[in-house]
């Protein structure tokens, strides 16, 4: 949860979020037609009591993206924060399916009741999910983020060859290994190169 906790820390900062983001309500009490009407909504996830281990995070990630389309900011930073949350998503579910196997694949903010009614996906499905996110997500990522705590693609290729070498898919993994050690190196080359323009 720690992971979390940073992002969407992070989201608000980036947002120009005022103090009130401490000033909590329920979830079923928000309206959407009031809510995500600037740019501070992108970020002002509210608290709520958990269904399960891990599904509170599965509804905050499912809540923001059900909403950040509504949100006025520019599109390039819509698909960033968007990977970011599909990112933590998709880690969230690899780390439910390798703990319990199939679990409930909830893809859209839902009520507690709704997450008890909903059947058990077979792992390998709920990995397939997994990797499709991932794979999505890097493709919006950028290959350097402005503040350190924010997922990059080489960090979502990481978690990416993670999942296959859990599941022993030894050529993806090491295929999503080399493309990790290509963005990093692409990673430390933009850096130098902003380093030198501050420099000069």
């Known amino acids: 949860m ?14 120009s979020c005022s ?8 979830q079923d009490k928000i309206s959407s037609e009031s809510f995500w009407t ?34 006025p900011i ?35 903010y839902t009520t507690d009741a709704q997450e008890v009614m909903v059947t058990p996906t077979p792992e390998n499905e709920v990995i397939q999910f997994v990797i499709n996110e991932l794979n999505a997500a ?13 997922i990059n693609k ?7 060859a993670r999942v296959h070498l859990f599941y022993n898919q030894w050529n993806e993994a090491l295929h999503s290994q080399r493309q990790t050690k290509q963005m990093t190196i692409q990673n430390l080359l933009t850096l130098q190169m902003i380093q030198k323009k501050k420099n000069s």
């Open 138 to 150: 890097i493709i919006d990522l950028p290959i350097t983020q402005e503040y350190k705590a924010l």
């Open 2 to 15: 720690k992971s979390i906790i940073i992002l969407f820390t992070t989201l608000l900062l980036v947002s």
């Open 19 to 26: 103090d009130d983001f401490l000033e909590r309500v329920p």
């Open 74 to 108: 520019e599109e390039s930073l819509k698909k960033s924060y968007q990977a970011e949350v599909r990112t933590l998503r998709a880690w969230t579910y690899f780390d439910l399916a390798k703990r319990f196997g199939a679990v409930p694949l909830i893809t859209k």
């Open 38 to 71: 600037t740019k501070k909504d992108a970020g002002d996830i509210t608290a709520e009591s958990d269904f399960g281990y891990n599904y509170e995070g599965i509804r905050r990630f499912n809540y923001f993206l059900d909403n950040i389309e509504k949100a």
């Open 154 to 160: 080489a960090a979502a290729l990481t978690i990416k």
